[in-house]
């Protein structure tokens, strides 16, 4: 009977990773074979195989790993970006999913000097009250994997330079919410520089009742 809970707990894990897949390439939330998604279950880790394209994920595109990042499962080589996963589940045990994008406005945040404002609206105000920039490294390096692992228990959205971004939270739903509400967060910033439009955020005092009274959420640690 364990074999089968096992086998059910599995499935599903892969199924919403291959549904996540899909709803990123709808959004055109990355491109080409840009993009990595892992799910934490226990001490294992699930994570899209070297080269996938997110928007056709199979059973057979995913890998499982120890928190070390031995493969216990799978025939393909795990992402190159694997590391970058694991320092976020090893340094925050309340993360269960993780996905790194290379959204257009994200990226294009990403690669220029504009100073982000978060405070927008609701979302905003909860999923982006601490993102961070971090500066570029080679994909795939364990130079990268270190510097998330410096910053990933300070917020839930990094930004990194000429690269993307990377979302991680308890669920995958709270992932997809937050990459869709920082992607929608640059473009307002953006648009309104092109436009030379002043974009007003709420007050910090409001900001912070409104996070610490939990309208919205209750307020992360």
């Known amino acids: 009977m364990k074999k089968r809970k096992d086998g059910d707990a599995m499935e599903k894990i892969i199924q919403e990773m291959i549904d996540t897949g899909k709803w990123i390439m709808e959004k055109q939330l990355t491109w080409g074979t840009s ?4 799910a934490r279950d226990g001490e294992l880790v699930y994570v899209t195989a070297s080269g996938t394209v997110l928007g056709d994920l199979r059973e057979e595109d995913f890998v499982v790993c120890s928190l070390d990042g031995d493969v216990v499962r799978g025939e393909k080589k795990p992402s190159k970006e694997t590391g970058m996963h694991l320092e976020v589940y090893r340094k925050c045990p ?5 996905i790194h994008t ?3 406005y994200g990226t294009f945040c990403a690669c220029s000097e504009v100073e982000l404002k978060t405070n927008l609206f609701i979302e905003s105000m909860y999923y982006d009250e601490h993102i961070l920039k971090i500066p570029y490294y080679h994909a795939g390096s364990r130079e990268l994997a270190e510097a998330v692992g410096r910053v990933c228990d300070k ?8 690269h993307g971004i990377l979302v991680y939270d308890r669920s995958m739903s709270e992932c997809r919410t937050a990459l869709d509400v920082t ?3 640059c473009k307002m910033n953006i648009l309104a520089r092109m436009g030379g439009i002043g974009l007003l955020e709420v007050e910090p005092d409001t900001v912070r009742r409104f996070l610490e009274g939990g309208y919205y959420k209750k307020r992360r640690s």
């Open 183 to 185: 992607e929608n967060v």
């Open 102 to 104: 290379s959204p257009f």
């Open 94 to 98: 309340d993360v269960h999913a993780v």
């Open 35 to 38: 993009g990595n998604i892992s």
């Open 155 to 162: 917020t839930h959205v990094i930004l990194m330079e000429h």
